[in-house]
């Protein structure tokens, strides 16, 4: 029996280039939504297999346009919606750009699925709604701190996902993915940039070093969401997605010289590379009982292992980086 249809949104991203190809793989033909661009580009979904491709429709659209939401949500049972402004230097520099793609998208996704009758929406939101951890492991209840306008925006697009399935009873789950690393990720994010400038240089240039984060790898992540939309009991829940084991970015980079094997020494706190010093969220662990007692998920990728896979893809693509440049 063949699957339903699917929508992806933010198809082209990092995370949704991997979850992509888990679904086609799952045997579910997939609608990737995209940001149109005159050159036709696809971002991440450039690097898949044709034989994956040729399962994927793409439909390019802006998710601030609520009638093209609307044409990607019609006839497809599930949509995982990722489609963000993802980067938090990015939102200091922007916060009304963020504010209007990941809220008003948001918005425009569940309006498309009251209109559609869609089965399921999983809308994935990220660990930064917690801001620095009062306590860890963070659990589900752990209060939300809005400490950059990314963060912000995250916590009113799962404000308004949740309004939405206890006024409507539209069928959200909320999804907080931790820090997720792999394959095809840009040097906007740390480990990118940690790895394409131990490959090259003698020196890796970074912000803050003591700040936690807890890493999945990126096929745990997409596999995690993908089982999200595979519960009932899951509906109406808000649920993280993270190992539950945390490091610091100093220790993250040591790891990384010590798989790559070259003598690097690092250079921290570069001030273009620092958040203002409230914003900066000093911990994130998760507390992910909630994931395996509902979603039978845990992540099945060693930081290590993660990290070695990370490392041969970037190597096979330094084309891609320029690590004197910093990426936002």
């Known amino acids: 029996m063949s699957l339903p249809r699917v929508l992806v949104t933010g198809a082209g991203g990092f995370i949704g280039s991997h979850l992509v190809e888990q679904l086609v793989l799952a045997g579910y033909p997939v609608r990737a939504m995209i940001r149109y661009t005159s050159g036709n580009q696809r971002g991440n979904l450039a690097w898949l297999p044709a034989e994956v491709m040729a399962n994927v429709e793409l439909y390019a659209g802006d998710l601030r346009d609520a009638e093209a939401v609307s044409r990607a949500v019609e006839g497809v049972d599930t949509v995982f919606h990722l489609g963000a402004i993802i980067a938090i230097p990015y939102s200091y520099r922007h916060p009304e750009e963020t504010v209007a793609v990941n809220v008003n998208g948001t918005l425009n996704v569940l309006q498309a699925m009251r209109k559609h009758a869609t089965r399921c929406g999983i809308i994935v939101s990220t660990s930064e709604v917690y801001g620095t951890a009062i306590y860890t492991p963070i659990d589900e209840k752990h209060p939300l701190q809005a400490q ?19 006024s409507f009873n539209t069928p959200i789950v909320v999804v907080r993915p931790f820090n997720t690393f792999g394959p095809r990720q840009s040097a906007r994010a740390v480990i990118p940039t940690i790895i394409s400038q131990a490959l090259t ?4 240039s970074l912000g803050a070093l003591h700040p936690y ?10 596999h995690g969401l ?8 899951a509906i109406g829940q808000v649920i993280n997605l993270g ?3 945390t490091n610091t970015i100093g220790e993250i980079a040591q790891r990384i010289i010590k798989l790559i094997g070259r003598p690097v020494t690092l250079a921290a706190n570069q001030s273009e590379r620092l958040r203002p010093e409230a914003s900066e969220v000093l911990k994130l662990q998760s507390d992910n009982r909630l994931a395996a007692e509902l979603l039978q ?6 930081l290590d292992d993660g990290l070695q896979r990370t490392i041969a893809w970037i190597a096979e693509h330094l084309d891609q980086f320029d690590p004197s440049v910093y990426a936002v």
């Open 297 to 302: 998920w845990r992540p099945q990728v060693s």
């Open 213 to 222: 984060r807890d890493y999945t790898y990126a096929t745990d992540t997409a």
């Open 201 to 204: 240089k003698d020196s890796v």
């Open 226 to 233: 993908i089982a999200a939309s595979q519960h009932d009991a």
């Open 243 to 245: 190992t539950g084991e």
């Open 148 to 166: 950059s306008p990314y963060s912000a925006s995250k916590i009113s697009a799962e404000s308004i996902s949740i309004s939405f399935h206890r």
